[in-house]
């Protein structure tokens, strides 16, 4: 069974940090890109960091010099490391894992942590 186990979320002030984690299990961890995504009120689930099978890491622009995306393929857990946050950091935030296998894209998601960055 296919379990992707998001935690770290929370409330705290403009300015602070948190690190999410994201544990796995059921699958070939280390054999997955994995991502974390974030979703606002209304609006669309959009892609905050990755970091692929080989530990390539890429970032959205707004986020860039401000969180960390890692791994531990030996915990089999993604990390993202939150520094001087925004409010419009605020979202719920999912780990993503995917992988492409006899050519069909298999992608797995977690149950989504919360973050709210608010005085």
């Known amino acids: 069974q296919v379990q992707l186990v998001e935690s770290g979320g929370g409330l705290v002030q403009p300015g602070g940090s948190l690190r999410l984690s994201c544990a796995a299990s059921?699958?070939?961890?280390?054999?997955?890109?994995m991502s974390w995504y974030l979703q606002a009120p209304g609006k669309q689930r959009e892609l905050v960091a990755a970091?692929?099978?080989?530990?390539?890491?890429n970032y959205a622009d707004s986020v860039k010099g401000r969180f960390t995306i890692s791994r531990d393929n030996a915990k089999n857990t993604v990390y993202l490391q939150m520094n001087s946050l925004k409010p419009e950091d605020t979202a719920v935030y999912f780990c993503?894992?995917?992988?492409?296998?006899?050519?069909?894209?298999?992608?797995?998601w977690g149950q989504g942590t919360q973050v709210t960055v608010s005085s």
């Open positions: 970091i692929t099978s080989g530990g390539t890491t």
């Open positions: 059921g699958f070939t961890f280390e054999m997955y890109d």
């Open positions: 993503n894992a995917a992988r492409v296998r006899l050519g069909r894209r298999i992608n797995y």
